[in-house]
């Protein structure tokens, strides 16, 4: 059974910075494409970040370019999301998703296989 479990959640300040972390456990992640979304309360789910099943891609909504890095480590069966120069729009539930297959340009409208449960982000001084 395919699982993705969040951590790494929780308040910060603005300007403040944030690791998020998605463990994998049921697969062998290196086959995947994993990609971060998040929903901030009464706004629909969009797409922050994709990673291909080998690194080599990344993709990042321009909401959070030069601010975030998504970065893995297959051996770990974990994907990161580093969450730099924080802002108060960035307030939301985080998550992770799985798709397998190759990397689609399009990652963020790509149809995913396995999601976590995510983890609150929340930016307020």
């Known amino acids: 059974q395919l699982q993705l479990v969040e951590s790494g959640g929780g308040l910060v300040q603005p300007g403040g910075s944030l690791r998020l972390s998605c463990v994998a456990s049921g697969f062998t992640l290196d086959s995947y494409t994993i990609a971060w979304f998040r929903q901030a309360p009464g706004k629909e789910r969009e797409g922050v970040s994709c990673i291909s099943s080998s690194g080599g891609s990344t993709k990042y909504a321009d909401s959070v370019k030069g601010r975030f890095t998504i970065s893995r480590d297959n051996a770990k069966k974990t994907v990161y999301l580093g969450m730099n120069y924080l802002k108060p729009e960035d307030t939301a539930i985080y998550y992770c998703?799985?798709?397998?297959?190759?990397?689609?340009?399009?990652?963020?409208?790509?149809?995913?296989?396995?999601w976590g449960q995510g983890t609150q982000v929340t930016v307020s001084s």
């Open positions: 998703a799985a798709r397998r297959g190759r990397w689609l340009t399009a990652c963020f409208t790509s149809s995913f296989d396995s």
